[in-house]
Structures are given as C-alpha cells and as structure tokens.
C-alpha cells in the first residue's frame, strides 16, 4: 500500500508535467524508473491510465478519474504537514504528567502555572501520587521525580537539586529533650518517609548515618509536614516542601549545623527522539525554570 501511494503521486507529478522526462527530472529519478513504476502502477489498478507515444502523454477517461483520487491525497498530505508545521511553531496538544505529591503541591504546581502562561494552547492532565508509576504503560507523557530513575529504558534529566532540612514544631521541641547531636535522633519521635528511613547528616567533614525506628512512617511528603506542624515529632522534609512553615514560625529548624543529605530532581520521559512540540517545549522550559536552576545552583555552591 505504501509503495502504490508513492506511485499515485510520481502518477500526478507525470500528468502535471506532462512527460516522463521533466516528472523524472523533478522527482530525481531516472526516466526508465518512472516509466516502469507507473506501467506498475496501470497494472495493479487494472486499468491503461496514460496513452503514450513518442512524442506525449495523454491521460484516459480512467487517469482523469484516478488523477482526481490523487489529487486529493497529495493535497490531504499537504494539509497534514502544514498542521505538523503549525504545531512545531505554536505547541499545543495535551501532556499527561506525573509526579509525587510533594513536588506536585509546590514546585510543580508554581512551574505549570508559568508554563502555561508561556504556551496557552498546551493541556496538562497532572497527576499527584506517590506511586512510582510505569509511563509508557499508564501513558504519561512525563515525570517530575527525585532521585535518578532505575528503568535505564526510559530518559532521565537531571535539572535541579533539592536540599533536605530536619524540622519539628516548636510545641514538640519544647516539650522534649534538646537535640545536640543526630545520634538522639532515634530517641525521639520522627515521621519516616518509607523512601528515606536512613537519614544521612554532615557537618564539616563528619558524618552521622540514622538508622530511624519506623514506629511512624508514610509515603506522603504532606502528611509528614502536617503531622510535624501538629507537634508529632521531627521529619525530614525538601526544603521546597517548608519553607513557608519556617518563615511563619509553625516549623523550626532541628539540629541547624547539620546538613541532610539532599535529592536530585529529574525529568523523566520515554524517549529522546521526536517528542511532540509540547513536550519538547516543557522540556526545555523545566531546564530553565529560575526556581529549580536557582536551588540547584545555590546548593551546588555549596557543596563545593
């Protein structure tokens, strides 16, 4: 079939020039090649569609019928190409995105609401979940996550860093023992993300690993910060995820000196080769985004 759609076009270019030779010339073909595709052609539709001799071409009552039919295909792929252009040029379509409820109640939420002021004519269907989920299976088009991805199948881009800090309330600080070191850390109440039960510290050059009992764990970021500004005890949070809390007071800063080990922030997509517009635009526009570009650069300066 695809074979028979080229020939229905080199058919219409040699009705148009009205000789083998300049249709030929203007495909970059051989004149013999011509010749001998479109003799292919009459005998796969069954019928003469061109009257030859020496000197010109004439179509027949069934070519003028068939070029009609031609016609309308050159013209429909003609439309087609200029609506892909017109994509390429103003992105629109829909982009199906995922990514854990944390970043999707703060950082994502910020970062879209720019997007598409930028590219209005793009949908976004966000979904917010703390499942890990397959994209090529559940038809995501993209992923916002922390942490490099495990299926070396799908593109993995790093374009940021988050930085992690302990907080608790100021009601539970208060009311319990003062923290001077993290290996107190154990005996105080925490709210574990199940991702993060190992909490990792530095100080200068030393280091403290936490082994963390899971008596209250969860895999959502928000309950952790909910349950942590209701005075249940100490969690580790990004410090995207706090950093209203602390400005208001309803979160305070534990073990201050002492840096939690961060996570790096990924866009993860099914493939590298011809995204559509849209997502090559989201692409392009999350690499860039002032409030990811800024994390990363201030915590990259200060790792060094």
């Known amino acids: 079939m695809f074979k028979q759609l080229q020939d229905m076009a080199l058919f219409a270019l040699v009705a148009e020039r009205g000789s083998f030779t300049a249709a030929a010339l203007q495909a970059g073909l ?17 019928l003469r569609l061109l009257n030859r001799t020496t000197r010109k071409i004439n179509l027949t009552f069934a070519g003028e019928r068939y070029l009609v039919y031609c016609r309308e295909m050159l013209d429909a792929s003609e439309r087609a190409e200029y609506a892909l ?11 199906r995105i995922t990514c854990p409820a944390g970043i999707g109640a703060t950082l994502l939420a910020r970062m879209n609401t720019q997007f598409q002021r930028s590219f209005p004519d793009v949908v976004l269907e966000v979904s917010i979940s703390d499942e890990v989920v397959d994209l090529v299976d559940a ?16 593109i993995g ?5 988050s930085p992690r800090v302990l907080v608790a309330s100021r009601d539970y600080l208060h009311s319990h023992q003062a923290i001077e070191h993290p290996s107190q850390l154990p005996e105080h109440q925490c709210i574990v ?8 510290l530095q100080k200068g050059e030393a280091y403290h690993r936490c082994d ?24 580790l949070l990004p410090s995207f995820l706090v950093e209203a809390a602390l400005a208001s007071g309803e979160l305070s ?23 559509s517009p849209a997502l090559a635009c989201y692409i392009a526009f999350a690499t860039q985004y002032s409030e990811i570009k800024d994390s990363y650069t201030d915590s ?3 790792r060094q």
């Open 30 to 46: 051989p004149k013999s090649s011509v010749s001998q595709r479109i003799s292919q052609l009459e005998q796969q539709v069954g």
């Open 300 to 302: 990259h300066q200060r």
């Open 157 to 161: 881009r790093m374009i940021g860093h």
């Open 212 to 235: 963390l009992p899971r008596l209250h764990t969860t895999d959502n970021l928000l309950y952790a910060r909910e349950c942590a500004q209701q005075g249940a005890g100490i969690t």
């Open 193 to 200: 993300h199940r991702a993060w039960s190992e909490w990792v």
């Open 85 to 95: 252009q017109r994509l390429r040029d103003n992105p629109s379509g829909r982009l």
């Open 253 to 275: 800063h534990v073990l201050a000196d002492w840096k939690p080990e961060g996570n790096d922030l990924y866009l993860v997509y099914p493939s590298r080769k011809l995204n």
């Open 139 to 154: 038809g995501y088009d993209v992923a916002l996550r922390t942490g490099k991805p495990q299926d070396s199948s799908l």
